[in-house]
């Protein structure tokens, strides 16, 4: 980071600043306040003033960026019916979710994975989460999903998303090409709209009530194939 001293303005909000742009490359590990001091021009001391511990910051850098990804989630609407629009609006706020991981990692680790985040995601409810809930009650105002099955949706919809940005950034997904990374984002999200809206289930029954054969599972090319089994 440039040392460019500080002179003048909001040294809180010129800190947060700072962090954001120390954490989007090294993630939660490259806030430092002492750095972070020294790059503005300023004592620790005045830093303290603002900020007590470093955990403080960190709290203050991560609300930050939820409010960012919150905005991104909201923005990928689209759909002229109702209907689609609902649901299209679910289907981006999944992927823009997984977009931002992928593409902010360091900001994303910041935000979910750094020390103390539990309460700062709890409360208040954090920005992503207010999106989530915003979309899945649209379903519901839309008469495309049930009360019944909008009660506790969110978490089945959040756990999705997440875990599977998890694979990307720190699992067996994080080999993976561009292509196939969205293809399976894509395959996730879907999956896990038509599980919480019931359609996979419906489906399911049509295929049992007409005598057919459940469908077979698809498996891409890249996915091994499972071991035969021992008799």
Excluded at 163 to 189: M, Q
């Amino acid at each position: 980071m440039d040392a460019k001293p500080y002179h003048h303005g909001d040294l809180r909000q010129a800190l947060i600043q700072a962090g954001l742009e120390a954490t989007r490359l090294g993630g939660p590990d490259a806030l430092r306040l002492r750095d972070l001091a020294r790059a503005l021009g300023v004592s620790a001391n005045a830093v303290y003033r603002h900020f007590e511990h470093r955990d403080a910051l960190l709290d203050a850098v991560a609300a930050e960026i939820l409010a960012s990804l919150a905005r991104e989630m909201r923005m990928r609407e689209a759909g002229q019916f109702a209907h689609d629009r609902a649901i299209q609006r679910l289907r981006s706020v999944g992927l823009a979710y997984i977009a931002f991981a992928r593409r902010e990692p360091g900001w994303f680790s910041v935000a979910f994975f750094g020390a103390g985040r539990d309460g700062l995601l709890a409360t208040p409810p954090a920005p992503p989460y207010a999106a989530l809930t915003e979309a899945l009650d649209d379903l519901v105002r839309e008469g495309v999903l049930s009360s019944e099955r909008r009660s506790g949706a969110q978490w089945l919809c959040w756990s999705a998303v997440h875990g599977f940005a998890g694979l990307v950034l720190h699992g067996p997904l994080r080999h993976c090409a561009a292509p196939e990374v969205d293809r399976l984002a894509e395959r996730t999200v879907d999956a896990i709209i038509a599980g919480v809206m019931g359609t996979v289930r419906r489906a399911d029954a049509r295929r049992a009530d007409r005598g057919m054969p459940d469908a077979p599972v698809q498996r891409s090319a890249s996915e091994p194939a499972m071991p035969p089994t021992e008799k």
